[in-house]
């Protein structure tokens, strides 16, 4: 299985700060074939069910604001908030779909400062 | 707008079968564009993906659960289900039904359900 680690484990950053969330898959998840990271970032606010943030490591899902941006490729990558704001308080996960079983990361907790 | 519900007992004995459907609105699950899966997430822990299903009803299972896992699919009433056998309390979690935003049965999850919590007690 492709192990996916994050880091931090939780994260606590001040309104319109930067949040930076890194996530680490144990094999390269770009594919050599079309050049595509096969990585996406969920969110994942308390009661709630996950939420497509990012996938391709760096394509925004429709509807989600542009203070968010993924970045990376290989085996490292990075989900980054510009400018947080108190509705981005959550739990954000990795996953990888480059090989089966699709894994995800353990969450990095993200809270006010 | 595409809405995925999950249903089933929230309590499961020891040993005994968990069975969830998952009832899609918003678009025929008969598509051949997605499909579609069960991911699910102990209290307070991370998330883990438990299998996939297409329209054909071709389905793929994590190695870790398959000796105990089918998902099968009802197009004529648009849903699909999960069956684990032989649960014990580490299989208490929350369930979701997803989609896959692909054809492909390794992609990622763009619509997800609310969710279903399983507890396996006596």
């Known amino acids: 299985d492709i192990v996916m680690t994050q880091f931090p484990d939780s994260l606590a950053v001040a309104l319109g700060e930067r949040a930076t969330i890194n996530c680490k898959s144990s094999?390269?998840?770009?594919?050599?074939?079309?050049?595509?990271?096969?990585l996406a970032w969920y969110q994942q606010r308390p009661g709630h069910p996950p939420k497509l943030l990012m996938y391709?490591?760096?394509t925004r899902e429709s509807g989600v604001p542009d203070r968010f941006s993924g970045s990376g490729s290989g085996t490292d990558f990075t989900l980054t908030i510009s400018s947080l704001q108190a509705e981005d308080v959550a739990v954000y996960y990795c996953?990888?779909?480059?090989?089966?079983?699709?894994?995800f990361g353990q969450g990095t907790k993200l809270e006010i400062k | 707008q595409l809405q995925l519900q999950e249903s089933g007992p929230g309590l499961v004995k020891p040993s005994e079968t968990l069975s969830l459907t998952c009832t899609v609105s918003?678009?025929?699950?008969?598509?051949?564009?997605?499909?579609w899966g069960w991911i699910r997430q102990p209290p307070g822990k991370g998330l883990e993906w438990v299998g996939t299903?297409?329209?054909?009803?071709?389905?793929y299972y994590n190695p870790s659960l398959k000796s105990r896992v089918t998902i099968s699919i009802d197009t004529s009433r648009n849903r699909f289900s999960l069956r684990l056998t032989s649960v014990t309390a580490a299989d208490t979690a929350i369930y979701y039904c997803a989609r896959l935003a692909s054809r492909s049965s390794l992609y990622y999850f763009d619509y997800w359900g609310q969710g279903s919590l399983v507890t396996v007690s006596s």
């Open positions: 094999q390269n998840v770009l594919s050599s074939s079309n050049n595509k990271n096969y």
């Open positions: 918003g678009d025929s699950i008969s598509s051949s564009s997605y499909y």
């Open positions: 391709w490591a760096s």
């Open positions: 299903v297409y329209y054909s009803g071709s389905s």
């Open positions: 996953q990888q779909y480059f090989g089966t079983p699709q894994t």
